[in-house]
């Protein structure tokens, strides 16, 4: 899983680098991302046991800042475009939604390497679903679309097979859809949150985006 294995670089990565600066930092931040993914566990148990998830109001972008600095000794100088505004807010699952976007924006890395993009977007369905986005412009997929979230399946050499069929669970979870689809030159996986648990929560202070995108077309999708 995408999780365990970017903790636990981490984590080798810190311990190797005791002359940096942040190695506080990177240690703390390893800590933090064990005991998430202790949670994780024990949730994907009360998953399958069918006794819920526990549900909080969320920022989306500050969920992303969150997996970007997770994923920062990949992402070194490449840049993901985030197209979310400060202001989007979910009612989720806040270890289950980490787990989500950093599945999916790793699982992006891995399928589009330098110079590819890779980019993230939220925006409101016309029948009141929020449309969160996660897209790269690598070549596509090599098989059929409804093998992506089977467990097991994998076409990386060194997959788990694990990530999007965990993503997939999660999604599920909380009730929402996630779907998979190439749109023009990009990979697209698509999560849409039902209407009545998102919204758009002002605030005094705002965070400013990495970057302003285009909204990929919609045409052909397929739902898991």
Request: hydrophobic share 40%.
């Given at each position: 899983?995408h999780?365990?294995?970017?903790?636990l670089?981490r984590?080798e990565?810190?311990a190797?680098a005791?002359?940096?600066v942040?190695?506080?930092?990177?240690?703390?931040?390893?800590?933090e991302?064990?005991?998430r993914l202790e949670?994780m566990?024990?949730?994907?148990?009360?998953?399958?046991?069918?006794r819920?998830?526990d549900?909080q109001p969320?920022?989306?972008r500050?969920l992303?800042d969150?997996?970007k600095?997770?994923?920062?000794d990949?992402l070194?100088d490449?840049l993901?475009?985030?197209?979310?505004?400060?202001s989007?807010e979910?009612?989720?699952d806040?270890d289950?939604?980490?787990?989500?976007?950093l599945?999916?924006?790793?699982?992006?890395l891995?399928?589009c390497p330098?110079?590819g993009?890779?980019g993230?977007?939220a925006?409101?369905?016309?029948d009141g679903?929020?449309r969160l986005l996660?897209?790269?412009?690598?070549?596509?997929?090599?098989?059929?679309?409804?093998?992506l979230f089977q467990?097991?399946?994998?076409t990386?050499?060194?997959?788990s097979g694990l990530g999007?069929?965990i993503?997939?669970?999660?999604?599920?979870?909380?009730?929402?859809?996630?779907s998979?689809?190439?749109r023009?030159?990009r990979?697209c996986f698509?999560?849409?949150?039902a209407a009545?648990?998102?919204s758009?929560?002002?605030s005094?202070?705002?965070l400013?985006?990495?970057t302003e995108?285009?909204d990929?077309?919609?045409?052909?999708r397929?739902?898991a």
């Open positions: 899983m999780g365990v294995a970017t903790d670089h984590l990565f810190a190797q005791r002359d940096r942040d190695l506080d930092e990177d240690l703390d931040i390893g800590r991302e064990v005991e949670r566990a024990d949730q994907m148990r009360r998953i399958a046991q069918s819920g998830i549900r969320l920022r989306v500050s992303i969150h997996v600095l997770l994923l920062r990949r070194h490449r993901i475009e985030v197209d979310v505004g400060s989007f979910v009612t989720g806040r289950a939604l980490t787990q989500i976007l599945n999916l924006i790793a699982n992006a891995d399928a330098v110079p993009r890779v993230v977007t925006n409101p369905e016309p679903r929020l996660v897209w790269d412009s690598g070549p596509g997929f090599a098989v059929e679309v409804g093998k467990p097991w399946f994998t990386k050499p060194k997959g999007l069929p993503t997939h669970r999660l999604v599920r979870a909380h009730g929402w859809e996630i998979a689809s190439r023009g030159d990979t698509d999560v849409l949150i009545g648990e998102w758009r929560r002002e005094s202070t705002s400013s985006d990495d995108v285009d990929p077309s919609e045409d052909a397929v739902h």
